[in-house]
């Protein structure tokens, strides 16, 4: 047995189970992945985060090429984009998490940094977040847009659709999407009050 997959599987799997016990991911439309010896592991298409088990994770290379029989998510081309711009990433979330996704919906956002930093905290854990504009999920026209500017930003809200974050590994991307949650709903808040 590999322990060290069996630590990173682990992992996922809790923070699948937190989001989704927390209503941050919902159904089968989250996804997330990370890297072990070369090979990237990505929730499986149909995949719940709220049921997730070590053997509902498609494995491919950062070309693509699969090495189980298992159907990758249909947004793992956004998570390939990541780990190729940003070689030090070793996971990638993306949910469609409430705050995040109303806050993607504003209009008139800063798309190179759509994320006001009411609190330093979002800064601290993730960096800047651009706003990616929208296009049909799962679609190709998605991964290209998303592709083009993925080197410019620490993370990345996609419009009208969810956050896509990354991290060294699973649990610092995990609380980084905690951290811009936490902010989209302070500036959601504050939207409204202001």
């Given at each position: 047995m590999d322990k060290t997959?069996?630590?990173?599987?682990?992992?996922?799997?809790?923070?699948?189970?937190?989001?989704?016990?927390?209503?941050?991911?919902?159904?089968?439309?989250?996804?997330?992945?990370?890297?072990?010896?070369?090979?990237?592991?990505?929730?499986?298409?149909?995949?719940?985060?709220?049921?997730?088990?070590p053997g509902e994770f498609a494995v491919m290379d950062?070309?693509?090429?699969?090495?189980?029989?298992?159907?990758?998510?249909?947004?793992?081309?956004?998570?390939?984009?990541?780990?190729?711009?940003?070689?030090?990433?070793?996971?990638?979330?993306?949910v469609h998490s409430t705050y995040s996704v109303l806050w993607s919906c504003v209009p008139g956002l800063n798309e190179s940094d759509c994320m006001p930093d009411h609190t330093p905290y979002l800064k601290m854990k993730l960096g800047t977040v651009g706003l990616i504009p929208y296009e049909k999920p799962g679609s190709q026209e998605l991964f290209n847009v998303f592709e083009k500017r993925v080197k410019a930003n620490n993370g990345w809200l996609l419009s009208h659709h969810g956050p896509v974050v990354p991290g060294k590994d699973v649990m610092e991307a995990f609380f980084a999407l905690e951290e811009l949650e936490e902010s989209a709903q302070i500036a959601w808040e504050l939207r409204k009050r202001l």
């Open positions: 997959l069996d630590k990173k599987l682990d992992n996922a799997i809790w923070v699948a189970h937190s989001l989704f016990q927390r209503g941050k991911a919902s159904g089968s439309v989250a996804n997330l992945s990370f890297v072990h010896e070369g090979k990237i592991y990505i929730t499986a298409t149909g995949a719940c985060f709220g049921t997730l088990k950062i070309d693509g090429n699969q090495y189980n029989e298992l159907k990758p998510s249909k947004e793992w081309p956004l998570h390939l984009s990541v780990f190729k711009a940003k070689p030090d990433t070793g996971a990638v979330l993306h």
